[in-house]
């Protein structure tokens, strides 16, 4: 039997690996980049965040039940195992994000790339498949160079997103044309574009906050941790688990972050008269030192319209609930994203529902199978989209067995 593989990254590997022990099976994998894994070698910076020990269907965008029974099959301690067989030591984060050892996404990379180098698995890099048909209950995988035929295919192409690392939509029609669908595309864990009056003059600092993505209808979207401010916007893991809202949401929408969230408004205002008596010659540029970053602390000053050359005593009571309401409410006017090109994930995809949730096999077609990206799941930040791919391969990769 021979199976057919389009696209090398995350679940395309995985596929070819689960692929290639099934008896007298020989697996062709098809690369249009010109090495496997390049987006896989790229994300999480660079360190490439494996998956979390903190599973679980709420943290995916899909059909729950589809995405249970995928993630069922073959889970995080499968996954933890399967990796350690191939060599790779792994640790684990105080917050359940898993990462290699070496902290270096090649490491992942090249695990999966010895473990291809075998007689039964055929490798086409460079090779785009520009065709793909089925006749005579055969496919046929046309690069515009050879022509391969294979018994089963398994489409795992990725997305759209990180066009500069390999991201197109040719899974998405070569799924086409056997007659699947396609959800409306748009971009997920990516940064957020907003006036950006105040965020250039922050450009490179980092905050930790609460994340509210606002719209007239209350809060669309929320998220704590780590934000970079940007000369566009901002930037960071918790800005990239509201962003998936900013595209997929209609009307005017409205970032607002809690600098200070382990504190209460009212706290704040005690804490700023504390300060008042403690630091009255002082200007008001000093005002928040100790409080948050040095020029985030100025540019909450300045737009609250205190002139930075007045002393702290000259502070009314007023003006430090004032203060105290921006800290917890600093607000962005959202103006969109970076893109597709800039955006880890794609959110959307071929819908779930036209294939069968145990294999993964085409309801439409019998043989063609899908994995990863294309399908329409995505994941939150923090190591659940390789999970994902992780999974959804190896399910595509038995072949329905």
């Known amino acids: 039997m021979i199976t057919a593989i389009i696209g090398a990254g995350a679940a395309g590997m995985m596929a070819a690996v689960t692929a290639s022990k099934l008896p007298g099976n020989t697996v062709e994998i098809f690369e249009r980049q010109s090495r496997a894994g390049r987006k896989l070698a790229a994300t999480g910076n660079g360190r490439c965040n494996m998956t979390n020990i903190n599973m679980g269907t709420e943290h995916y965008h899909g059909d729950?039940?589809?995405?249970?029974?995928?993630?069922?099959?073959?889970?995080v301690e499968n996954t933890l195992k399967f990796f350690a067989s191939l060599g790779?030591?792994?640790?684990?984060?105080?917050?359940?994000?898993v990462y290699p050892y070496s902290d270096q996404a090649g490491s992942v990379v090249d695990v999966l790339r010895l473990s291809l180098q075998k007689k039964n698995v055929v490798w086409h890099?460079?090779?785009?498949?520009r065709s793909v048909y089925c006749r005579n209950r055969r496919f046929f995988v046309d690069t515009g160079e050879e022509t391969v035929p294979a018994d089963r295919l398994i489409v795992a192409a990725g997305g759209l997103a990180g066009g500069k690392?390999?991201?197109?939509?040719s899974g998405y029609?070569?799924?086409q044309r056997f007659g699947h669908s396609c959800t409306p595309l748009s971009p997920s864990l990516v940064q957020i574009k907003t006036d950006n009056k105040y965020t250039k003059a922050l450009k490179g600092v980092r905050a930790e906050a609460e994340v509210f993505l606002m719209s007239d209808k209350g809060v669309i979207s929320r998220s704590s941790g780590e934000v970079q401010f940007t000369d566009y916007g901002v930037s960071g893991p918790a800005v990239f688990e509201v962003s998936r809202s900013v595209s997929s949401e209609e009307g005017e929408k409205i970032l607002k972050l809690d600098l200070l969230a382990q504190y209460s408004e009212k706290?704040?205002?005690l804490m700023l008269e504390e300060r008042k008596k403690s630091w009255p010659e002082q200007n008001l540029e000093e005002l928040l030192t100790g409080f948050v970053h040095n020029r985030l602390g100025r540019v909450v000053t300045r737009r609250a319209g205190f002139e930075f050359n007045r002393r702290i005593s000259?502070?009314?009571?007023?003006e430090l609930i004032e203060l105290a309401c921006l800290l917890k409410r600093f607000e962005l006017p959202v103006t969109g994203t970076t893109g597709m090109d800039q955006a880890q994930v794609t959110a959307g995809g071929v819908p779930t529902s036209e294939f069968d949730a145990g294999t993964l096999e085409s309801k439409l077609c019998k043989g063609l199978f899908a994995a990863g990206e294309v399908l329409d799941v995505d994941g939150d930040?923090?190591?659940y989209n390789l999970q994902w791919a992780w999974s959804s391969g190896y399910v595509a990769g038995r072949l329905g067995s």
Do not use: M
């Open 64 to 75: 729950p039940d589809f995405i249970d029974a995928v993630l069922r099959r073959f889970d």
């Open 314 to 318: 000259s502070l009314k009571y007023s």
């Open 381 to 383: 930040c923090g190591g």
């Open 125 to 129: 890099t460079g090779a785009e498949a």
């Open 173 to 175: 029609r070569l799924l």
């Open 88 to 97: 790779l030591i792994h640790t684990v984060q105080a917050d359940g994000r």
């Open 165 to 169: 690392l390999g991201g197109s939509d």
């Open 267 to 269: 706290d704040l205002t």
